[in-house]
């Protein structure tokens, strides 16, 4: 297994950047890559069940990157650490052209939400969705979730009340949680727009194969694993 891989260039080497640091303020623990030749495959953690009782589902972003090398490996590493190795090669990177060599952090971690593997086939085109519905569920939901989440309730409750606010379907979008358009938001998947600004139609595509939806832009994918109901009792 590769202990190392090779970015095209220092532009590719920001664009991971920015993505880790993004998905850092959602979910700092750890991030999962996955290389299969010449392709890297980035997930991060948005959302994800804790304990058989949450009927929350999983979501993730996704980036992928073209590698400069093949390489092969599967493995979760600390985010954090990731981050800083991408930044001091930032810092010392003097060709913007050449390629650039990122070694993977030591140490390992295991995250539940990087035991499940989303398909890499199999994926059939649901309904389209505009961009703005997306946002607005986002806006939404950050609202809900503040009015519910006094300061000083205890972690546990927390995240019940951000399962139950972002596990709720998108009126018009019956398969897509709000969570899903959280993270499109947060990772930068959706084009930027204040609330007083009119967007642009943006199209959202969205597929579907099993359990699990994929939320498609020109800048990532949401990937999201509904709970079956045989898990909950």
């Not at 070694?103 to 295991?110: D, K």
């Not at 979008?173 to 009119?198: H, I, M, T, Y």
Request: proline share 6%; hydrophobic share 50%; glycine share 8%.
């Amino acid at each position: 297994m590769s202990s190392q891989f090779s970015l095209a260039d220092s532009l590719s080497l920001s664009d991971l950047q920015v993505f880790l640091s993004r998905g850092a303020r959602v979910d700092d623990g750890a991030v999962r890559l996955v290389a299969d030749g010449t392709v890297l495959a980035v997930y991060v953690a948005v959302f994800y069940p804790v304990g058989l009782l949450d009927a929350g589902p999983t979501v993730l972003g996704l980036r992928t990157f073209a590698l400069h090398h093949s390489a092969v490996f599967d493995c979760v590493v600390p985010l954090r650490a990731m981050i800083e190795r991408l930044v001091r090669l930032q810092n010392d990177s003097l060709d913007a052209t050449a390629a650039v060599t990122v070694a993977l952090p030591p140490t390992v971690l295991t995250a539940t939400w990087a035991a499940i593997t989303p398909p890499r086939s199999g994926w059939l085109p649901r309904e389209s969705a505009d961009a703005s519905v997306l946002s607005l569920a986002a806006r939404l939901g950050i609202s809900e979730v503040a009015s519910l989440v006094p300061d000083g309730l205890g972690e546990q409750l927390v995240h019940r009340v951000r399962s139950t606010v972002w596990g709720k379907a998108i009126d018009g979008l019956d398969e897509v949680p709000a969570g899903a358009a959280f993270a499109a938001v947060a990772l930068g998947f959706l084009p930027e727009s204040k609330p007083s600004q009119r967007m642009t139609p943006h199209e959202v595509r969205i597929f579907g194969v099993g359990s699990w939806l994929r939320l498609s832009t020109e800048h990532g994918h949401v990937l999201v694993k509904r709970r079956s109901a045989s898990l909950l009792g």
